[in-house]
């Protein structure tokens, strides 16, 4: 019998180094790439987080520069000298290595350059690769540090985080737009929003979130659209007016882009983000979002129930110029077009209590305040021919009782994409899924 | 043009009431319990966490008790009374009320009791309200507190949070034990763990995890199993030996149970939890204990490549008997019974550098270490007649360069029950998925 106690490989870290100058030390990682100079090398280190420069030389290297090649998996001795010409203040010259595993081919996509010269196709078929280039990681290494932004506000704030089912039995939103699967000789879906379950838990712990995969059948093949996101899922209880879950969300975004900026700012640099100001989001109605665009652009309103993607881009251009903004609030979206449990305005039942958040031309939030009476629900749900018998254990938390309430569901991935600027959401998808992508 | 802040309505949170004693504040909340007495009633609030007594009395109360019923969200205006009697050290005298929504009806299923008193079918088909009940949602804060404990402890080693997709062209595992969906015309499936992701990260970020829900086919329907459960995986790159990872586990669960102890206290406390020691973990071959039990019971051996969920149990007893450990770590699988990416022990083919976690009788762990070369990868799969070609994407990390690696795959609800030492996964699971139980 052993003892497992928990002990680990004393291994030094990139950001240790600095405590070792003079000393020699062992690193470990991929070797990302070799350059040859005249009478030495560079050799890039790709560790967990950051590229190392290190510096073979025959004049201190006990190897040769043959026995290593990119992509092997090594561990270096090495000696950390005082370098003030470098970034880090300090090189690594290379003594020894231990070969810890090699490749058996070299790529022929070359991903270890600042950017991967491919085209969208081939970066994610060769997506197992291509993440290995320095920037398509920080990508996602920056994805992390906005969950981390969103959890850690959202638990600040005496949020409950929940784990609801993807396998549903009826759809949040109704309609085509859902993956349907056989479940031991039952019809099931796939959920498009963890909606329903996220409410019943409002009436158990007054405030919960979910960040969870959702999936939509949508038809859709566009820059924007993706046919499984993850989705960043708040509901909060005892609210006074839908606008409180508007101020939760933009405290949410100062919250997160504050620790992107103290902890990810490696990240931010490589990445040329300009994270947006936010000390005030500005809000506008729908019916004066639709007029605005119509008057700014002499455009004549073909849709009055919803934005056209194109009119989201156009609101965007405005709000910046007069306001100086990136983010911008669309609230009273018409009832016709937000689901069956959209609380109405009371002054203007055609209208909901719901918002829109656009960010650089792009609808990444979407919420609102939702019916908390039971007959109030029943008699929407009857006027648009639901089966409210399909909805019984839903119609529960009416019957016996729930605040006035409301949350928002907000895609991760048009989030990163937005902050990135990308003119495509898969490129901030770690694998996406799409109307012709199903690999890898 | 509205602006608008992240201006929160300032309420104040339980913790804070101790600063208020002798004057009068609002509080909001469900009304859980009412509680006549001769000259006064209690009224048992609920809020985000906590249960909270508030003493009503017509000496002080400016409203009629008859005013407010059950699961009535209300707010009220409450003075802050020093009460030595009091666990908390005050007491809340109810001054009036703000009823601020109310049920339709009273639930016929009492959850507002120490217990509910009905069968698992009951609690679980009324989920949306039996989970009101203060014990039954303790299990779901201290779910939240795993995950949270898991979460701090995988970031500060350096992990990175991915999110893998869970719409997948070929299972983890193979076998049946898999839903299928139609894709836009295509077969696709629902992935049974993020391995082959996760896997590739490592290439990435060397060291990922992720907590998502995983799908599970299987006609099992026993106290043990669920079909949509949430699994944590971990997987590490650069390791030594697969006691790397048993040994990153053990700091993991002994960081999170510190955190429970720390934050949940509460939960704990309430729901009775004996948390293990973990000082150190146990670890036997799978061999050795087989031939152990076998021994300790004088019980044939049955199936020399698997356990058999009783022979575990008896594992378990054997262990808490000898060296008083609730948690054992059985090594070296046969090859046979684990998935073809299992490395193989150098010594002895036919068993795997592989482990489970067994925790008072139940597995809650797989894991081990993984092939990182590409002939050895080629050469298990064709030996079991898979057909590589459909695992092109995934072995192009083999092909193009891996560190020795592996990882883990716990089961959040199997940990949760087992903690509780509850007869039933379900009781640790929000809404369950089994093979009958697709609803709520």
């Known amino acids: 019998m052993k003892k497992i106690e928990g002990n680990l490989n004393n291994r030094?870290?990139?950001?240790?180094?600095?405590?070792?100058?003079?000393?020699?030390?062992?690193?470990?990682?991929?070797?990302?790439?070799?350059?040859?100079?005249?009478?030495?090398?560079?050799?890039?280190?790709?560790?967990?987080?950051?590229?190392v420069q290190c510096i073979y030389s025959e004049e201190f290297s006990k190897f040769l520069l043959s026995q290593i090649?990119?992509?092997?998996?090594?561990?270096f001795l090495a000696e950390v000298v005082n370098e003030e010409r470098s970034k880090t203040g300090w090189e690594l010259r290379l003594i020894d290595v231990e070969i810890l595993s090699e490749p058996n081919?070299?790529?022929?996509?070359?991903?270890?350059?600042?950017?991967?010269?491919?085209?969208?196709e081939t970066?994610?078929?060769?997506?197992?690769?291509?993440?290995?280039?320095?920037?398509?990681?920080?990508?996602?290494?920056?994805?992390?540090?906005?969950?981390?932004?969103?959890?850690?506000?959202?638990?600040?704030?005496?949020?409950?985080?929940?784990?609801?089912?993807?396998?549903?039995?009826?759809?949040?939103?109704?309609?085509?737009?859902?993956?349907?699967?056989?479940?031991?000789?039952?019809?099931?879906?796939?959920?498009?929003?963890?909606?329903?379950?996220?409410?019943?838990?409002?009436?158990?712990?007054?405030?919960?979130?979910?960040?969870?995969?959702?999936?939509?059948?949508?038809?859709?093949?566009?820059s924007r659209h993706l046919n499984e996101y993850t989705s960043v899922d708040f509901e909060m209880g005892f609210i006074e007016s839908f606008e409180d879950i508007m101020n939760m969300e933009t405290l949410m975004l100062r919250y997160t882009f504050d620790l992107l900026k103290n902890e990810y700012i490696n990240e931010l640099n490589l990445l040329n983000v300009n994270l947006p100001d936010i000390g005030f989001i500005p809000s506008i109605t729908f019916t004066d979002a639709k007029v605005l665009i119509s008057k700014e652009y002499n455009r004549a309103?073909?849709?009055?129930?919803?934005?056209?993607?194109?009119?989201?881009?156009?609101?965007?251009?405005?709000?910046?110029?007069?306001?100086?903004?990136?983010?911008?609030?669309?609230?009273?979206?018409?009832?016709?077009?937000?689901?069956?449990?959209?609380?109405?305005?009371?002054?203007?039942?055609?209208?909901?209590?719901?918002?829109?958040?656009?960010?650089?031309?792009?609808?990444?939030?979407?919420?609102?305040?939702?019916?908390?009476?039971?007959?109030?629900?029943?008699?929407?749900?009857?006027?648009?021919?639901?089966?409210?018998?399909?909805?019984?254990?839903?119609?529960?938390i009416h019957k016996y009782g729930m605040p006035p309430h409301g949350g928002l569901g907000l895609g991760l991935e048009r989030l990163t994409s937005k902050l990135l600027n990308q003119n495509n959401i898969r490129l901030s998808t770690l694998f996406p899924r799409d109307i012709s992508r199903i690999t890898p």
Do not use: W
């Open 301 to 396: 309103i073909t849709d009055e129930f919803d934005f056209e993607p194109e009119e989201e881009k156009l609101l965007s251009e405005i709000i910046y110029k007069k306001y100086n903004r990136e983010l911008v609030f669309v609230t009273h979206y018409p009832s016709k077009k937000r689901p069956f449990y959209a609380m109405d305005d009371i002054n203007n039942k055609n209208f909901t209590l719901s918002f829109d958040l656009i960010f650089r031309g792009m609808e990444i939030t979407t919420g609102g305040q939702r019916i908390h009476e039971l007959n109030q629900q029943i008699e929407k749900m009857v006027s648009r021919e639901i089966n409210t018998e399909l909805f019984e254990s839903y119609l529960m």
């Open 123 to 222: 970066l994610l078929d060769y997506r197992a690769i291509t993440l290995r280039n320095e920037r398509e990681r920080a990508i996602f290494k920056l994805q992390e540090g906005i969950c981390k932004g969103f959890r850690e506000f959202l638990l600040k704030h005496k949020f409950t985080e929940i784990h609801s089912p993807k396998i549903v039995f009826s759809g949040a939103e109704g309609g085509a737009n859902i993956f349907s699967l056989e479940y031991f000789g039952k019809e099931a879906y796939l959920t498009q929003s963890p909606q329903f379950y996220k409410q019943m838990m409002v009436g158990v712990f007054e405030r919960v979130f979910e960040i969870s995969p959702v999936f939509r059948a949508e038809k859709h093949d566009t």
């Open 12 to 51: 030094i870290e990139i950001e240790e180094i600095k405590n070792y100058i003079g000393r020699t030390i062992k690193i470990h990682g991929s070797i990302h790439k070799i350059r040859e100079m005249s009478s030495f090398a560079f050799i890039i280190l790709r560790t967990k987080r950051q590229m």
């Open 69 to 75: 090649k990119e992509e092997a998996c090594v561990e």
């Open 105 to 120: 081919e070299k790529s022929t996509i070359v991903f270890n350059n600042k950017e991967i010269e491919a085209s969208l």
